[in-house]
């Protein structure tokens, strides 16, 4: 169960850390055809209405969106739930806000239910901000005198005050987001889901929104669904990845990451550029230093067609394809043997505070006048497993005696 593999506030009381969600063995099917899910329906319906069991067999065109999961979150936990396009976090998130029924298996809630799970999900187009404030609230179950007391800090929060008396039909996408979010945390619910939308906000609002839930976890449990995996490591105290509606991994935030990870090949070799030079292949041997930093000894197969200065730049991607560390030398880059034959180009790199994970190396020669004559990306797996737990962008400066030419 989760609660055994989540992180727990030792300060944290045994009351505070009442269980607030429960799913046990749930399941939901649907099916590809619309006929048949129509006759499927009016069949379900009938066996309820005359007291029988629905079937639990899927029948023709039939799929398991989600299957057999289960897990329990305490007051404290924050569940980040993550998985490819498809693998059936929306649907388990609807079953939890009691959208959609399963068809197995128990959900037990308790508390309050905040939720932000589709965009817009829960606004009348045609009333102000101001009014679909007071509907959604009211959905949570708080009284309108709690919502008065609460509609300022709810506005502020939102940023969205000289639009608040605006028809929602009117607001841009972010502004649906900002309101739907200050709704649900103003209020502080029990149990906060919240499912990608905020993927939709400006990057100063994504930073206010994962403190904001950093700051309400000490009281209430939360489901966070990113594609981030940044956002879920800040946030999240473990992990639930789902893959084609199963639980593949539950537990702990690191380990689930890698293998969200591990579900995405990006290793195809990209070659672009003007001509003038061809990279012929690398190589590259990781070492570790005594305090575990990293060192790397790359090694590039080159060849220029052209007569004139040239230079190389080498950079590392991280798998959500972010440069991580840019390695050069001089203003330009290191600067290649002006030779039409064949050369090698060993680099060596110690002390490079690259976080643990799995990196893409990219190679790029570069004349002077910088157009680009060859660029080849994912030359290269680089597997990193250091100490390091944060990462930053570096900018690796070579001396002279870290280059050498074969």
Known sequence: ????????????????????????????????????????????IASEIVGKDKTQELRADEFWAVNDVSFELRRGDCLGLIGHNGAGKSTLLKMLNGLIKPDKGTITMKGRIGALIELGAGFNP??????????????????KEEVDAKLEDIIEFAEIRDFI??????????????LGFA????????????????????????????????????????????????QISRVSTGTMLLERGRVKFLGEISMGIQKYYELFSNENRLELGVGGATIYGSDVAVSYSKNMSAELRISIELKLNISNKAYLWL?????????????YAGQNGICLRDTLESQCIEVNCPNINLASGKYMLSAIIVDGFG?????????????????????AVINYMLDSNQITFK
């Open 126 to 143: 045609i009333l102000t901000g101001r009014e679909n404030i007071y509907n959604n609230a009211a959905v949570l179950g708080f009284s």
């Open 371 to 391: 157009r680009v004559l060859k660029r080849v990306d994912n030359m290269q797996a680089v597997i990193i497993s250091t100490n390091v737990h944060t990462q």
């Open 183 to 230: 709704v649900a945390a103003q209020m502080e619910p029990d149990v906060l889901i919240i499912d990608e939308v905020l993927a939709v906000g400006d990057v100063g609002f994504r930073l206010k929104c994962i403190s904001k839930i950093s700051e309400l976890i000490r009281r209430t449990c939360v489901i966070f669904v990113s594609h981030s995996m940044t």
């Open 1 to 44: 169960m989760i609660e055994d593999q989540l992180h727990v506030d030792q300060n944290t009381t045994t009351l505070d850390r009442e269980v607030l969600v429960k799913v046990e063995g749930v399941s939901k099917k649907f099916c590809r055809s619309l006929k048949k899910s129509l006759w499927y329906g009016v069949k379900d």
């Open 165 to 178: 008396d605006t028809p929602v039909q009117n607001y841009s996408s972010g502004m649906k987001v900002r």
């Open 315 to 327: 950079m590392l991607w991280d798998q959500e394809l972010k440069p991580v560390a840019d390695i």
